[in-house]
C-alpha cells in the first residue's frame, strides 16, 4: 500500500472514514482472490482461412478455420459484426433490440477468396485471412480490421473467458473523437484511453487525468474521404491505443492511422455507422435510443452547492438572485441535506420543512434537485436497507453474502441496477423525493464508488450480478452499472409522475444513457486547465451520443480568481447544463462573491441565456429527433476542412452560432476559425467572410460569439419588435408578425446577397409529452430587403411571430 494513498483517503473523507476505507481495500482483495478464477495457460488464436459462408438476410455468415463471422447490415445502413458466435443481443446499449435487415444486402463471393456485403449506404468485404474493410459506395475504404487474436484459456472450466484484441486502419488524415468522457480531447491523439467508469478522486481533474466517469468504446473517426463511427458492444474493461496517420511518411508512403482495441474478455462485436456527421449521430441515436427530452427550466440556470448548511441558507442564496434581478432555474442539494448522508432521508433539524421551502422557491419559478448517490447505509433500522435486503436487491460476493464498500454514509451496500426487479423497486423510492419537493434527480457516485485507501475505488471484480438473468460479475457489470442507475430512476419517475418528463443526469453511464438524461463533468479541477478539460468533456459526449451535459463553473475543487470564475462562467453560459458546483472546501459560487465588477458581467452572461432559452429548448428537440448534440465541433459541416478538424477551443451551438471562449489568463482579443460563409459578430455586427482566420476581441465583459449570416433563431422578445436593424448596417424584414407566440419572436441575420439562410423553431409544448411541431424557416434577400418565410405557407402568409433583423444586407 502507498502510505500516500493512505493520506491522501484519511485527509478527504475524515479519520474515521480514511480508516474504514483502508479496511474497505483489504476486503475487496481478499474477495477477489478467493472469487475470481484464476488466469493459467492460454492458447493464442486466429480466424485462419476462410472456409465458405451461408447467406441471410443483410449479409450472412463467413466460416474460418478456427472462428466464425457475422456480417449484417441493417436497414438504416449500420453494419454488425460479431465473432465466434457473437449475436447483437442481449445488450444494454441498443434501444429497440437488434433492428431489422437491409434485406437488398447480400453476402456474394469476392476476389481471392474472400466474401463482400453491397448494400446502398456501405460495403463490408471480407478476405480470406478475416480481415474486414468498411468502404463507401464509391469504393473508399474508411476502416480496415485486421484479423482478430484471442487468447483462450486452456482450461475452460477456468471461467476466465478469452481475452482478445482487434487492429484497425483508417486514413492517414483522419482524426479521432468520442470515447466518452475524456479530459484530453475533443480530438483524441496518441496515446491509451481505458474503458473502465472511474472516480478519479483527489484534487480534481485536469487534461492529462484518464480514465473518468464515462468510458464508451465509441469512436468517431473524421477523414477526406468520409465520417464513421465505430461501437464495440462489450463492456468489460479494456484500453483503446491512438495513434495518428502521417501523410508522406517513410519511402513517401503514406502511414495509416491506427486504432488497436484490448478486452479482458466479453464478445467481440461492433457496429459501424458511415455518413456525414449528422448522418452518423441519427445513425447512432436510432440504435441506441433518442436522447430524453429535458424540461424547459432545465435549460436555465442552475445553482449547486456541497455545503448548504440548512433551509434559511438555501432562502439566503435565492434571494440574493432575486434581488440583484439575476435569473435562477433550480437550486441543487447535495449529500449534507440527508440525514446522516444517507439516501432518501432528510436531515430535519436543519431541514425542517422541505417540502414547504420548495413550494416557496417554485413560486419564484425555482426548482429544487436532488443528488441520488446508489449507496445505501447497511444499518438495520434504515428503511431503503431493510427493504433491500429483504427483497435480495443489493450486490452478493461469490459467498452469497451482502458486498459492502465505503461511502459518504459509512459501511454501504449496492443495489444491483442490471436486475429488472431491483431496478423497479429502486424507481419506487424516488416517490420520496417527490413528496419532499424535489424537481429533478442529480446521480452522482455511480462508476460506483467505495472509498479505498488503494487499489480501485469501486467493487470487488468478483461481485455476482443478475444481468438480466444471464448472471456474471462486476467485470462485465461495472461499465453499465451508472446506465442502470438511470434507467431505473428515469422509469420510476416516469411511472410515478407520468404527466411530466423527468430531469435526470448522472455522473456515470455508458453507451445508450443519453435516453434517460444527461452528465455533468464530474469533480473537475479549478484552473484554466481544468476548464479547457471541461469543454472537452461536453464535446466528446456530445459526438458519443449524450447531448446534455455541463460543467461545474468554476471547478469543483478550489477558489478561481474573479477572472477564471467570470470566463467559466461566460462559457458555460452557451452549454446545455449551465451549473455552478463547488467542494465544501472550495468557496462559494454565486456571481456577487467574485465583485462588482464580475457580477454585472455575470448578469449580461445570465440575461442572454435567458433570451436564448426558446434556441435552447430547439435544440433539446433536434437533438431528441436526430442525435445531433447542442454543442458542435466547428467542423460539423465541413469535415473535410483539415484545419476545423484540428480547432479544439472553440464550438458551433446547434447550426447558428459560433462561440469562442476565453480559456487564458488575461487574454482580451482570441484568434477564431471560421468555417466557410458569412460571420457575424453578435456584440458589434462586424462581418468576416470564412473560411479563415480572425482576429476578435474578447473583453473581460463578454466571449466571442458570432452568428452565420442568414440564420433565423428563435428568442424571447422584449416587448415587440419593429423590424429595425439593431446592429450595424441596414436591414428590414418583409413583414412582422402579430400573434402571441408565448413571448418568442424571430431573430433573423441578414444573409449574403444570392444566398440563403434558414432556421427551426419548436414551440414551447410545456413539459409535459407532447410533440410539439417544427417549423423550418427561409430567409433570403429581395430588393434590398430580408424576406422570412415559414416552409409550407403560401406566399404572402403572416407570419405568426415578430421579426427582428439585424447584420448587413448586401
Known amino acids: 500500500m502507498d502510505a500516500r494513498e493512505l493520506v491522501r483517503s484519511v485527509k478527504v473523507v475524515g479519520t474515521a472514514q480514511g480508516l474504514r476505507s483502508v479496511r474497505a481495500a483489504w476486503r475487496r482483495q481478499r474477495a477477489d482472490a478467493a472469487g475470481l478464477p484464476r488466469r493459467g495457460p492460454e492458447r493464442a488464436r486466429v480466424p485462419g482461412l476462410a472456409q465458405g459462408a451461408d447467406p441471410q438476410p443483410g449479409g450472412g455468415v463467413v466460416r474460418f478455420a478456427r472462428s466464425s463471422l457475422r456480417v449484417r447490415v441493417a436497414a438504416g445502413g449500420a453494419v454488425f459484426c460479431g465473432w465466434d458466435g457473437a449475436e447483437p443481443e442481449p445488450s444494454y446499449a441498443l434501444a429497440r433490440g437488434c433492428p431489422g435487415a437491409d434485406t437488398r444486402a447480400m453476402l456474394e463471393p469476392d476476389k481471392d477468396g474472400g466474401w463482400r456485403v453491397v448494400s446502398e449506404r456501405v460495403t463490408v468485404a471480407v478476405s480470406r485471412h478475416g480481415a474486414v474493410e468498411i468502404r463507401t459506395p464509391g469504393g473508399v475504404v474508411l476502416r480496415r480490421d485486421l484479423p482478430p487474436r484471442w487468447w483462450d484459456p486452456v482450461d475452460e472450466a477456468g471461467g476466465c473467458g478469452s481475452r482478445w484484441v482487434q487492429r484497425s486502419e483508417v486514413a492517414a488524415d483522419a482524426r479521432f473523437f468520442g470515447l466518452g468522457g475524456r479530459a484530453a480531447g475533443p480530438r483524441l491523439r496518441d496515446g491509451s484511453y481505458r474503458l473502465w467508469n472511474t472516480d478519479p478522486g483527489g484534487g480534481g481533474f485536469g487534461p492529462g487525468d484518464d480514465p473518468l466517469y464515462i468510458c464508451m468504446p465509441v469512436l468517431l473517426v473524421v477523414a477526406d474521404g468520409g465520417t464513421h463511427l465505430v461501437f464495440h458492444d462489450n463492456s468489460w474493461d479494456g484500453r483503446v491505443q491512438l495513434r495518428e496517420g502521417e501523410e508522406g511518411a517513410g519511402?513517401?508512403?503514406?502511414?495509416?492511422?491506427?486504432?488497436?482495441?484490448?478486452?479482458?474478455?466479453?464478445?467481440?462485436?461492433?457496429?459501424?455507422?458511415?455518413?456525414?456527421?449528422?448522418?452518423?449521430?441519427?445513425?447512432?441515436?436510432?440504435l441506441t435510443g433518442a436522447p430524453a427530452l429535458p424540461p424547459r427550466w432545465a435549460l436555465g440556470y442552475h445553482h449547486a452547492r456541497w455545503g448548504f448548511g440548512s433551509s434559511d441558507e438555501v432562502r439566503r442564496v435565492a434571494a440574493g438572485y432575486r434581488e440583484r434581478g439575476l435569473p435562477l432555474?433550480?437550486?441543487?442539494?447535495?449529500?449534507?441535506?440527508?440525514?446522516?448522508?444517507?439516501?432518501?432521508?432528510?436531515?430535519?433539524?436543519?431541514?425542517?420543512?422541505?417540502?414547504?421551502?420548495?413550494?416557496?422557491?417554485?413560486?419564484?419559478?425555482?426548482?429544487?434537485?436532488?443528488?441520488?448517490?446508489?449507496?445505501?447505509?447497511?444499518?438495520?433500522?434504515?428503511?431503503?436497507?431493510?427493504?433491500?435486503?429483504?427483497?435480495?436487491?443489493?450486490?452478493?460476493?461469490?459467498r452469497g453474502r451482502e458486498v459492502r464498500g465505503v461511502v459518504w454514509p459509512g459501511e454501504s451496500v449496492y443495489p444491483d441496477f442490471t436486475d429488472p426487479q431491483v431496478r423497479k423497486w429502486w424507481g419506487g423510492l424516488y416517490a420520496e423525493r417527490l413528496a419532499q419537493g424535489f424537481s429533478g434527480m442529480w446521480h452522482d457516485m455511480n462508476e460506483p464508488v467505495s472509498f479505498t485507501a488503494f487499489g480501485d475505488p469501486t467493487l470487488p471484480r468478483s461481485a455476482r450480478h443478475d444481468l438480466e438473468g444471464r448472471?456474471?460479475?462486476?467485470?462485465?457489470?461495472?461499465?453499465?452499472?451508472?446506465?442502470?442507475?438511470?434507467?431505473?430512476?428515469?422509469?420510476?419517475?416516469?411511472?410515478?409522475?407520468?404527466?411530466?418528463?423527468?430531469?435526470?443526469?448522472?455522473?456515470?453511464?455508458?453507451?445508450?444513457?443519453?435516453?434517460?438524461?444527461?452528465?455533468?463533468?464530474?469533480?473537475?479541477?479549478?484552473?484554466?486547465?481544468?476548464?479547457?478539460?471541461?469543454?472537452?468533456?461536453?464535446?466528446?459526449?456530445?459526438?458519443?451520443?449524450?447531448?446534455?451535459s455541463g460543467p461545474d463553473v468554476g471547478g469543483f475543487t478550489g477558489s478561481p480568481s474573479p477572472e477564471l470564475y467570470l470566463r467559466w462562467f461566460q462559457l458555460a453560459a452557451w452549454l446545455p447544463l449551465f451549473r455552478t458546483h463547488s467542494a465544501v472546501f472550495a468557496g462559494r459560487r454565486e456571481p456577487w462573491e467574485f465583485g462588482p465588477e464580475v457580477l454585472e458581467h455575470a448578469r449580461v452572461a445570465l440575461r442572454e441565456r435567458e433570451r436564448l432559452l426558446p434556441y435552447f429548448v430547439t435544440l433539446s428537440h433536434v437533438a431528441q429527433r436526430t442525435g445531433a448534440p447542442y454543442v458542435r465541433p466547428v467542423w460539423w459541416s465541413a469535415p473535410e476542412d483539415r484545419l476545423l478538424r484540428d480547432c479544439e477551443d472553440a464550438f458551433l451551438l446547434g447550426d447558428a452560432l459560433l462561440v469562442a471562449p476565453?480559456?487564458?489568463?488575461?487574454?482580451?482579443?482570441?484568434?477564431?476559425?471560421?468555417?466557410?460563409?458569412?460571420?457575424?459578430?453578435?456584440?458589434?455586427?462586424?462581418?468576416?467572410?470564412?473560411?479563415?482566420?480572425?482576429?476578435?476581441?474578447?473583453?473581460?465583459?463578454?466571449?466571442p460569439v458570432l452568428v452565420r449570416a442568414g440564420s433565423v433563431l428563435p428568442v424571447m422578445g422584449d416587448g415587440g419588435a419593429d423590424g429595425r436593424n439593431t446592429a450595424d448596417g441596414e436591414g428590414t424584414a418583409d413583414r412582422e408578425g402579430t400573434a402571441d407566440r408565448g413571448g418568442v419572436e424571430l431573430e433573423v441575420w441578414a444573409p449574403a446577397a444570392g444566398r440563403r439562410g434558414s432556421g427551426l423553431v419548436v414551440a414551447d409544448a410545456g413539459d409535459g409529452w407532447e410533440r410539439p411541431r417544427l417549423e423550418r424557416f427561409t430567409s433570403r434577400?429581395?430588393?434590398?430587403?430580408?424576406?422570412?418565410?415559414?416552409?409550407?405557407?403560401?406566399?404572402?402568409?403572416?407570419?405568426?411571430?415578430?421579426?427582428?433583423?439585424?447584420?448587413?444586407?448586401?
Not at 784 to 796: L, N, Q, T
Request: glycine content about 16%.
Open 471 to 548: 448472471g456474471g460479475d462486476h467485470r462485465e457489470a461495472h461499465n453499465v452499472y451508472g446506465l442502470g442507475m438511470a434507467r431505473a430512476g428515469y422509469e420510476g419517475l416516469r411511472e410515478l409522475r407520468p404527466e411530466e418528463r423527468p430531469f435526470l443526469f448522472s455522473r456515470s453511464g455508458w453507451a445508450g444513457m443519453q435516453r434517460y438524461g444527461g452528465s455533468w463533468s464530474g469533480d473537475v479541477a479549478t484552473g484554466w486547465p481544468g476548464m479547457r478539460a471541461s469543454l472537452a468533456l461536453v464535446m466528446g459526449l456530445g459526438l458519443s451520443g449524450v447531448p446534455y
Open 251 to 286: 519511402s513517401g508512403h503514406d502511414r495509416p492511422g491506427a486504432c488497436e482495441l484490448r478486452m479482458d474478455g466479453g464478445p467481440l462485436r461492433s457496429w459501424t455507422v458511415v455518413g456525414g456527421p449528422a448522418r452518423v449521430l441519427r445513425g447512432w441515436t436510432s
Open 781 to 810: 434577400v429581395v430588393d434590398g430587403r430580408v424576406v422570412v418565410e415559414r416552409e409550407g405557407d403560401a406566399a404572402g402568409r403572416e407570419l405568426a411571430y415578430a421579426v427582428r433583423v439585424r447584420g448587413v444586407v448586401g
Open 329 to 398: 432555474s433550480a437550486l441543487h442539494l447535495d449529500i449534507d441535506h440527508m440525514r446522516g448522508h444517507r439516501v432518501f432521508t432528510v436531515d430535519t433539524e436543519r431541514f425542517p420543512d422541505l417540502p414547504a421551502l420548495a413550494g416557496e422557491l417554485r413560486e419564484d419559478g425555482v426548482r429544487l434537485v436532488s443528488i441520488i448517490d446508489p449507496a445505501v447505509k447497511a444499518e438495520p433500522g434504515n428503511a431503503v436497507y431493510d427493504g433491500g435486503a429483504a427483497s435480495g436487491a443489493f450486490v452478493r460476493d461469490a
Open 662 to 703: 476565453v480559456m487564458e489568463h488575461g487574454a482580451t482579443r482570441r484568434a477564431v476559425r471560421l468555417p466557410r460563409g458569412r460571420w457575424y459578430d453578435t456584440a458589434t455586427g462586424a462581418a468576416y467572410e470564412g473560411p479563415g482566420q480572425v482576429l476578435v476581441d474578447a473583453p473581460l465583459s463578454r466571449i
